[in-house]
């Protein structure tokens, strides 16, 4: 067979390279969520009467709002539904809402929040609220729970303007209760803002456990053993006559109820984590008929 003058015959063995026995393995990168959303409710006139209607909405995986149908009586709910089951160590979510001037709408999550052992990365959550003038919002998520050896970085400010109400609801379960998993290593940072008109700052908290948490979870002057904790938020409504009102509730967990300041009313439970989470759902539906005017139930999310 003829070859042409340019062809070279090429030995097997020299199409072959070796790679060096120490190539270093590449490192292992490991999929990061960055979720956020935005919503914005406004006020628009409807058979005469201003009613609330949604102004704005932006959502980026892995969060996503529902708006379910409202039941009789009950202003607008948006349900948060976190579309990967949970969090990760280094995950990072951002959530804002905003209420226009005489809007009242009501945020909760479909389902309680996760957070898992962490290989090293922190899980980052930042959320905002901003309430104009006689707006009302409910800020109710369900517990979140914190695996053995989470890492959880979070931060909540809100913002009211003259005459709004917040009504706003958290609460921790220290480890899978229910498996019998206590959180015995991890990272916990919580901070709380609540700012006022012209950005005054009415009431500030700082929670924080590293490498001492359970020394510090164990503590009778910390959480005392207890498998989860709850606080509930009152801001801008009747919040001496809420105090009395909670102090009348059935003790279903230990708890107590104080003014840090006028018209500010905060309560805290503490205890096993389905003791708490019965006070904190029959605290909600009393303090949002009395500061709110709603019908005294708890979102049907809670329920299903």
């Not at 959550?125 to 003038?133: D, K, M, R, V, W």
């Not at 230990?254 to 500010?264: D, E, F, H, I, V």
Request: with cysteine; charged share 20%.
């Amino acid at each position: 067979m003829h070859r042409p003058g340019w062809f070279r015959p090429v030995a097997p063995h020299a199409m072959v390279r070796p790679m060096p026995r120490d190539t270093p393995a590449p490192p292992s990168r490991h999929q990061r969520a960055d979720g956020a959303f935005e919503l914005v409710f406004g006020t628009a006139p409807r058979g005469g009467q201003p009613a609330t209607v949604l102004r704005h909405l932006y959502q980026q995986a892995p969060l996503r709002l529902l708006f379910p149908r409202p039941e009789p009586g009950e202003p607008p709910l948006a349900a948060l539904l976190n579309c990967a089951g949970g969090l990760a160590g280094g995950d990072s979510l951002r959530q804002a809402v905003r209420l226009e001037a005489g809007a009242t709408a009501t945020l909760c999550t479909a389902a309680a929040e996760k957070v898992y052992r962490s290989l090293g990365p922190e899980t980052r959550i930042e959320s905002h609220l901003a309430l104009g003038p006689g707006a009302r919002l409910e800020y109710l998520p369900q517990e979140t729970i914190l695996f053995d050896g989470a890492r959880l970085d979070r931060r909540m400010r809100a913002e009211l303007a003259p005459g709004a109400v917040l009504l706003a609801a958290e609460m921790l379960v220290f480890g899978r209760a229910a498996r019998g998993e206590r959180l015995a290593t991890g990272m916990l940072r919580d901070r709380w803002r609540l700012h006022g008109p012209d950005g005054a700052l009415l009431w500030a908290d700082a929670l924080a456990l590293d490498d001492g948490m359970p020394p510090a979870a164990e503590d009778p002057f910390g959480f005392a053993g207890a498998e989860a904790t709850a606080m509930l938020l009152l801001a801008g409504g009747e919040a001496e006559a809420g105090r009395a009102l909670l102090r009348d509730l059935p003790a279903l967990a230990p708890g107590a109820a104080t003014l840090p300041r006028p018209g500010l009313l905060l309560a805290r439970w503490l205890g096993p984590a389905t003791a708490v989470r019965a006070a904190l759902a029959a605290a909600i539906p009393a303090l949002r008929a009395l500061a709110l005017g709603l019908p005294p139930r708890l979102p049907r999310l809670w329920t299903t």
